[in-house]
């Protein structure tokens, strides 16, 4: 059984910055690649960011592209989502996931349980 637990959400002005953090359980870590989620209040959830397994490959939704930066630790079984100049649209809870297939339509089989982001204005 694979365990995702995210941490680092908070609350940040507009134009902060915050960096969440994903760790993993489990020994194959490395095999998989990674997402990171968000779901704002009233809305469906939406794809933000995705590595590959070796952290050769990212991809990102148009809207975070220059300002979040996703990375892995695969030493450590984290996934980071670094998120800077944060906007009040950026408010959600950010969850993160564990991708297999072929790049970049991953499928996503375990979730985190999410943290909660909120920028204010």
């Known amino acids: 059984q694979v365990q995702l637990v995210e941490s680092g959400g908070g609350l940040v002005q507009a134009g902060g910055s915050l960096r969440l953090s994903c760790a993993a359980s489990?020994?194959?870590?490395?095999?998989?690649?990674m997402g990171w989620f968000r779901q704002a209040p009233g809305k469906e959830r939406e794809f933000v960011a995705a590595i590959s397994w070796s952290g050769f490959m990212t991809y990102y939704t148009d809207s975070v592209k220059d300002r979040f930066t996703i990375s892995r630790d695969n030493a450590k079984n984290t996934v980071y989502l670094q998120m800077n100049s944060l906007k009040p649209e950026d408010t959600a809870v950010y969850y993160c996931?564990?991708?297999?297939?072929?790049?970049?339509?991953?499928?996503?089989?375990?979730w985190g349980q999410g943290t909660q982001v909120t920028v204010s204005s």
């Open positions: 996931a564990r991708g297999y297939g072929r790049p970049p339509s991953y499928e996503y089989d375990y």
């Open positions: 489990g020994r194959t870590f490395s095999n998989y690649a």
